[in-house]
């Protein structure tokens, strides 16, 4: 099945909304291609010639002492989701092997997150003021082996930067859970749940599959004081009733569509005595939301709306809810992190893009997820009915994920930068041997870690 715009406009329908809407994954991938072109196009008006890259010599050959050289491009180096979870991960590469330059599109918001990224990374330049092609010309001269992009086609992304290839390996990682579409875009840094192989072709890149799961965060450095059990929020505080079963989704409301809330309205008349909690997330949506619901049957005093809260407040009060609703469509991916570290359980579907099985890896990053992923809208209903009628069976999964926080692979960010390097090794190892960027995945396993001893 191939699909084709006749014409040479950009689609009305962006990349970012494509994972989100419920269109076929080989027409996402088209926008995608469609925009990743259109970068291409902003990169030729610039009019540079191609950038000599760095020769392809295996680092740390011969005892030598070069390193890796890895370059991040992100405008979200702040007060953003992507910064609350990579956090420190810039600062934890081996210094050994890796040097790490971030390259910072927007200007210093004078947040905690910037400064520590800009403290802890052992190069930060802050490039805003710059032009697309000065910023190229400046990744290039620091002979970056591997450049990222960590916004993809988000708010604030320069792609034509990418476009006119400053490193000789180019990679997406976290800012845009989806594929770029585009040619100078040689992997995707993913898992084998989040995009399984059976799926490669609905990706323009390779997929590097990271053990584990690949949404990385660094909670367990930054938010321990969410483990207290002492919680000094209470349901009162946020118009909870103490005596009802809570559901929760705490998802922004365009990841909601009528088949999740109508399968949401059917378990609440279902399991006598429960509410859903749900974010202003936007405000706007809340009343179109309580009309749908009570038109459905549900009692106004079952839909529960409070207002978005700081990540710290976020984290802990998610606790005061007894389990957690995903939204098929695109899941919940920072918020999903959120709700596990603070120990509720959550119920998920995925299904065929990048964007709809993020949850679904965060599970099984616990040792948890058989019992929180289903396989179809009426298994999730029936999941989250039987979990809410059986409290000794909820109590003992919530008290599992309690106990797994502080081991469990998905909160081991120190583990997981490792892994990440071994990636990066292997992308320029393979580069060095003359290969074309190739599917590959990743053991934690030092004869696969492949440095050149």
Not at 105 to 118: H, K
Not at 261 to 266: F, L, R
Not at 369 to 382: A, N
Not at 404 to 433: G, Q
Request: glycine share 4%; charged share 20%; proline share 6%.
């Amino acid at each position: 099945m191939t699909f084709s715009f006749q014409m040479s406009v950009l689609p009305s329908v962006q990349p970012f909304h494509a994972i989100a809407y419920p269109i076929d994954p080989l027409l996402a991938l088209e926008i995608s291609r469609k925009y990743a072109a259109h970068c291409s196009l902003i990169a030729s008006r610039f009019a540079l010639p191609p950038f000599n890259h760095p020769a392809p010599n295996r680092i740390k050959q011969d005892g030598g002492n070069e390193r890796l050289r890895v370059g991040y491009v992100s405008s979200d180096f702040g007060n953003h989701p992507l910064s609350h979870l990579m956090g420190s991960v810039f600062g934890m590469h081996n210094r050994k092997n890796v040097e790490v330059f971030c390259y910072a599109l927007s200007p210093n918001d004078g947040t905690e997150w910037r400064q520590r990224t800009q403290s802890e990374a052992e190069h930060f330049v802050d490039v805003s003021a710059m032009t697309s092609d000065m910023i190229a010309k400046m990744i290039n001269e620091d002979k970056i082996h591997v450049l990222v992009n960590l916004n993809g086609y988000t708010k604030g992304a320069r792609n034509e930067i990418f476009a006119m290839q400053p490193a000789p390996i180019q990679v997406s990682y976290m800012g845009f859970p989806g594929t770029t579409g585009a040619t100078y875009i040689d992997y995707l840094i993913t898992d084998e749940f989040v995009s399984p192989l059976c799926f490669s072709h609905i990706y323009s890149e390779k997929l590097v599959h990271l053990p584990h799961c690949y949404f990385v965060n660094d909670y367990k450095q930054k938010n321990q004081d969410v483990l207290d059990s002492n919680c000094p929020h209470k349901r009162s505080d946020y118009g909870l009733p103490e005596n009802k079963f809570i559901f929760a989704c705490f998802n922004q409301l365009y990841k909601m569509d009528p088949e999740i809330v109508n399968t949401w309205c059917n378990i609440l008349k279902r399991v006598p005595n429960s509410a859903l909690w749900l974010l202003r997330f936007p405000a706007a949506g809340e009343m179109k939301f309580r009309t749908y619901a009570v038109a459905q049957g549900v009692q106004p005093d079952q839909i529960i709306f409070t207002d978005v809260a700081m990540k710290s407040e976020h984290i802990r009060r998610s606790g005061l809810a007894d389990l957690f609703l995903d939204t098929p469509l695109c899941n919940a991916h920072t918020t999903g992190t959120d709700i596990l570290w603070a120990g509720l359980p959550m119920v998920t579907l995925p299904l065929e893009k990048m964007a709809t099985r993020v949850a679904g890896s965060l599970c099984l990053a616990t040792g948890l997820g058989e019992e929180m992923i289903v396989s179809s809208m009426k298994e999730y209903e029936e999941k989250a009915v039987s979990l809410a009628l059986n409290p000794l069976k909820l109590q003992a999964l919530t008290d599992k994920l309690k106990a797994v926080r502080m081991t469990c692979p998905l909160f081991d960010a120190i583990r997981w930068v490792r892994n990440l390097e071994r990636a990066y090794f292997k992308m320029w190892n393979l580069h060095c041997s003359g290969q074309h960027p190739q599917h590959f995945k990743v053991t934690e396993n030092d004869r696969e870690f492949p440095y050149d001893r």
